[in-house]
T-cell receptor, first 115, second 114 residues
Framework: GAVVSQHPSRVICKSGTSVKIECRSL??????MFWYRQFPKQSLMLMAT?????????EQGVEKDKFLINHASLTLSTLTVTSAHPEDSSFYIC???????????FGPGTRLTVL | AQSVTQPDIHITVSEGASLELRCNYS??????LFWYVQSPGQGLQLLLK??????LVQGIKGFEAEFKRSQSSFNLRKPSVHWSDAAEYFC????????????FGKGTTLSVSS
């Protein structure tokens, strides 16, 4: 159980374009979805928290208009990086939390490279 | 503020030697504690977790961790390291509160020498 899929696994885009990353919890319902970002050789930093049907809460320093999060259902959340720039190149990881297991699970991550 | 500290940025261990990676947490109440491993370019793999009960926790790949409330620590150990254990190790904590997120330490890079 607790399978999380993330798509795409890797994406390269041009500066100024937008990229959408999908995260699905395949066999459980995620009451809360967290999105993390990991720069090379660094730890995972929490970007935002979202609950199904509600607006996301963003961590300090994370632009809500740049990183659009949609948590439309208990099994699907999307992160859209709008007008991407090279400094947005990073490893993005979704992490659904279920109160049933009272822990978080992790998607395999999406490697975004902005040229 | 809640935090997780991994004092060692990089550790090198000889193959076959024992390993201990340190982790300390700062939380109001004892959180749930986790150790993850990440190989280069890969996602996270859960090694073990502590919620309550026995303070010595067994995990996968021969790893174990000991929770010490008095020291606010949750150190990871392995009696004999294999070359394939070289990776990045993250300690993380989760408050027992709905909607809160895992907080990660900065990680420890483990290198294994032959």
């Amino acid at each position: 159980g607790a399978v999380v899929s993330q798509h795409p696994s890797r994406v390269i885009c041009k500066s100024g374009t937008s990229v959408k990353i999908e995260c699905r919890s395949l066999d459980f319902q995620a009451t809360t979805m967290f999105w993390y970002r990991q720069f090379p050789k660094q730890s995972l930093m929490l970007m935002a928290t979202s609950n199904e049907g509600s607006k996301a809460t963003y961590e300090q320093g994370v632009e809500k208009d740049k990183f659009l999060i949609n948590h439309a259902s208990l099994t699907l959340s999307t992160l859209t990086v709008t007008s991407a720039h090279p400094e947005d190149s990073s490893f993005y990881i979704c992490s659904p939390r279920t109160e049933v297991y009272n822990e978080q699970f992790f998607g395999p991550g999406t490697r975004l490279t902005v040229l | 503020a809640q935090s997780v500290t991994q004092p060692d940025i990089h550790i090198t261990v000889s193959e076959g030697a024992s390993l201990e990676l340190r982790c300390n947490y700062s939380y109001g109440a004892t959180p749930y504690l986790f150790w993850y491993v990440q190989s280069p370019g890969q996602g996270l793999q859960l090694l073990l977790k502590y919620f309550s009960g026995d303070t010595l926790v067994q995990g996968i790949k021969g790893f174990e961790a000991e929770f010490k409330r008095s020291q606010s620590s949750f150190n990871l150990r392995k009696p004999s390291v294999h070359w394939s254990d070289a990776a990045e190790y993250f300690c993380a904590a989760l408050a027992n509160q709905a909607g809160t997120a895992l907080i990660f330490g900065k990680g420890t890079t483990l290198s294994v020498s032959s």
